[in-house]
C-alpha cells in the first residue's frame, strides 16, 4: 500500500516533492508530540512527551488527505464544511497576505477575479513546497534569525525607569498575547453574543389609496395605454369640476395607479380635459416593467446598509483575515472596513463592518472557518473608519520568567506611573537582514537602482523557499523575467517589482516600482521617518533624561510650540513631543534639533527640502509623544507546571463554558500576567520591553526560546 501511493504522488509531483512529502508527513505522523518550529517564525510548543510509534493506518489517512487536496481545480470556490467532504475542508487559502519587510501583499481589488483564484491557487502550491523544503533542509527559525535586526539595529538604546531587569518569554504561544480593540466611544470590545440580531419583520410597502376619481373604463383605457395597446396614444379625461384641486387630484391618481404615465391639462372646444400619454415611448415601458419586478436579494430599506460584527481570530493579521471572509463570501475585500490592524501572533478581538452582507450570511461563516469567530452583529448607516479607534487594550502573558516578586512589582509600578519611551517597535522595520528603512532612505535620495537592489538582492535568514531561488536568479542573471518565473507567487513586493522592471524596462524603475500598491511602497519611507525619530529620541533622553527643557516642543490645538525656560517648569515628559523628518513640522530648538540635520546630512538628505519629484514621496512629518502612560494596569505572578496550557481565559472559551485556567499556588514555572490600555499607533512591545529591560526583537526572543527548550 505504501509503495502505490508513493508511486501515484512521484507520478503528479516528481520524484524530489514526492519523497520530501513522504518524509514530512511520515515526520509528522511520529513526532506529534515533539517541539515545532515553523518556517514562518510561528514557535509553538506541543506535547513535551515522548514519539510514538508510526502508525500505518494514519500515515495512509494523512496520505489520503494530501492526494485530495492535490485533486481541487484551480479556480474552483471552495464550500462549507457542511458542503463538501469532511477530507477536503481544511483550512482555506487565504488570497493575499499583509506585507512584511518585502513579503506578501494583500489583493488589489482592481484585479479580475480568474487572476485571483489562479493566484490564490499557485500561492497554496508555493507554501506546499516551501514548507516541504524546510523539512528536509532542516534549518532552525533559530538559525535563520540569527541575521535579524535588534532594537540597537533601529535606534531603541533608553529606558526611563532603573529598575533591575529580569527576563521572560513574549509570545511563547500566541494565546499569551490577546488584544481588544478600544473603540470611539471608549469602550473595550468583546466577543460575547453570537446570536443574529431579530429584526421587525418588514412590512410590504403600503399601497397608495385609490383615489376614488377615475372610472373603471378610464382605469381600462389607461391600462391599455400604459401598455401599448392603445392605437390613439393617448387617454383624454374630462374635468366635470373644473377646479386647480380638481385637476392635481387628477394628476396624481393617473401617476400613482400608472407609472410611466405623464398627463397634462389641455383645453378642448370650451372644456378642460387631463390627458395621459408615454413620455419616453417604449422604453419608458421597459423601464416600468424592470422596476416593477422585485430584485431578487433586495435589501430592507429599513436597515442600515452596513453590517458591523466583532471579529475574533486567532494567529492571524488582520488583511489575512479579510482576504479568506471575502473569499467565502465571494465578495472583494475593499468591501469590508476597519479601525486598525492587529498583530498576527496573537488573538485578537476588533470590529469590522461590510456593505450589504447579512449577519445570517455572517453568522453562517462561524461553522466554515477555523480560528475565526464573528458576532455582536448590528446594522448601521456608517462604515468604519481607519484610525477611529481609541486605542488597544492588552493582556500579556510573559511565560519562565526569573524576576523576583521584588522585581516584578518595581517594574510594573513604574510602567504604571511613568510609562515606557513610546518607540516604533520592531515590526515596523522588518525580520530580514535588509531593514525596509533602508528601502526607505534609497526612496527619499531617489537613488532607484539601490531601491531595486535591497528588495531583490540576496539576504540571510528566515525566508520561504522559492524568494531565495529568484533573489538568486536576479544576481546572477539581472533579468526580470527569468527572476518571475521562479515565483510562484506574483502578487509579493519581489513579484510586483519584477513584473514592473518587466514591462516597463529597468530604465524606468519609478514606473515599475509603481506597480506595487501604494500603502506598501509608502510603509517604506514611512519606516525611515521611524528610525530617525527613534534614533533621535534615544539621544533626546540620554541628554536631558525624562524632564521638559528648554527648546522642547509641546502641542496646544495641534500646533507645536517651542518651551522657553519658564514655559519648560510648568510641562512634564508626558507634554514633551518629537517631530517625524518632513517639510511641515519644526524641530527643537536645541543641540538635538541640529541632531536631526546632522543624521539627514549623513544620508545624503536635505532637511531644509523634504519634498520628492514623485508627490506620493514627500514627506510632510508629524509629531509623536516621548513617553507615554498606559492606563487600566494590573498584573499578577501565576505558577503553573504544563507549559502548552493557555493562562488566558479568552472570549471563545467564555462563550464556550469552558472554565478558567486555575493556577497552583507553587509550581514548575512562572509566569508574568499583565493587562494594560494604551493609544493607537502604540506599541504594546515596547512597554513590555520596559519591564523586562531586554531586547524585544524576534532575534533575541528566539534565542531566549530555543535555550530554555534545550
Known sequence: MLACEAQRILCTLGRRRAVRDLLGKAQSC???????????????????????????CRFLGSMEESKLSLAI??????????????????????????????????????????????????????????????????????????????????????????????????????????????????????????????????????QPEEPQVL???????????????????????????????????????????????????????????????????????????????????SWPKTRGSYCHCVLYKENKDTMDAINVLSKFLRVRPNLFSYMGTKDKRAITVQEIAVLKISAERMAHLNKCLM?????????????????????????VVLR???????????????????????????????????????????ILQNNWTEVVDLILKPRPGAEKGYLVRCREEWALSQDPEAALKKLPVKRC??????????????????????????????????????????????RRVEAFGLKAVQGDLVLRGGTAHVLSEADAENHSIHDVVMPLPGFDVIYPTHHVGEGYREMLKADNLDIDNMRHRVRDYSLAGAYRKIIIRPQDVNWEVIHYDDPRISLVHTDLEKLEDKPPPVFNKEGKYRALRMEFSLPSSTYATMAIREVLKMDTSIKNQTQLNTTWLN
Open 215 to 297: 372610472t373603471e373604463e378610464q382605469k381600462q383605457q389607461l391600462e391599455e395605454l400604459q401598455l401599448f395597446k392603445n392605437k390613439e396614444g393617448n387617454v383624454a379625461i374630462e374635468v366635470l369640476e373644473d377646479t386647480k384641486e380638481k385637476r392635481t387630484v387628477l394628476h396624481k391618481a393617473v401617476k400613482t395607479l400608472f407609472p410611466g404615465l405623464e398627463t397634462k391639462t389641455e383645453e378642448r372646444e370650451g372644456r378642460k380635459f387631463i390627458v395621459a400619454y408615454h413620455a419616453a415611448g417604449k422604453k419608458a415601458l421597459a423601464v416600468v416593467r424592470a422596476a416593477a419586478a422585485p430584485r431578487k436579494h
Open 493 to 538: 513586493v519581489e513579484g510586483q517589482l519584477l513584473r514592473g522592471l518587466s514591462k516597463y524596462g529597468k530604465n524606468n524603475i519609478v514606473t515599475a516600482f509603481g506597480l506595487i500598491p501604494r500603502n506598501n511602497r509608502l510603509m517604506y519611507i514611512h519606516s525611515y521617518q521611524s528610525y530617525v525619530w527613534n534614533s533621535m529620541v534615544s
Open 73 to 206: 481545480p484551480v479556480g474552483e470556490k471552495r464550500a462549507c464544511l457542511e458542503e463538501e467532504p469532511a477530507q477536503v475542508a481544511k483550512r482555506p487559502r487565504v488570497q493575499g497576505a499583509v506585507f512584511k519587510n518585502g513579503g506578501a501583499v494583500p489583493e488589489t481589488p482592481q484585479e479580475p477575479e480568474d487572476d485571483k483564484e489562479d493566484e490564490n491557487e499557485e500561492e497554496s502550491e508555493a507554501e506546499e513546497l516551501s514548507e516541504a523544503e524546510a523539512e528536509a533542509e532542516g534549518e532552525t527559525f533559530a538559525d535563520m534569525m540569527k541575521h535579524g535586526l535588534t532594537e540597537q539595529d533601529v535606534g531603541i538604546l533608553k529606558f526611563v525607569s532603573d529598575h533591575e531587569g529580569f527576563s521572560g518569554i513574549l509570545k511563547e504561544r500566541y494565546s499569551d498575547f490577546v488584544v481588544h480593540e478600544i473603540n470611539k466611544d471608549g469602550k473595550i470590545v468583546h466577543l460575547d453574543d453570537l446570536s443574529v440580531p431579530v429584526e421587525a419583520e418588514e412590512l410590504p410597502a403600503a
Open 400 to 442: 519562565n520568567i526569573s524576576g523576583t516578586e521584588q522585581q516584578v512589582q518595581q517594574a510594573m509600578t513604574s510602567l504604571r506611573d511613568t510609562g515606557f519611551i513610546n518607540y516604533y517597535g520592531m515590526q515596523r522595520f522588518g525580520t530580514t537582514a535588509v531593514p525596509t528603512y533602508q528601502v526607505g532612505r534609497a
Open 30 to 56: 511520529c513526532n506529534r508530540c515533539s517541539l515545532i518550529t515553523d518556517r514562518r517564525g510561528q514557535r509553538s510548543i506541543s506535547a513535551h512527551g515522548p514519539t510514538r510509534p508510526l502508525s500505518c
Open 371 to 395: 480560528n475565526f469567530k464573528l458576532g455582536n452583529f448590528s446594522y448601521r448607516k456608517h462604515p468604519l473608519k481607519l484610525g477611529e479607534l481609541k486605542g488597544n487594550h492588552f493582556t
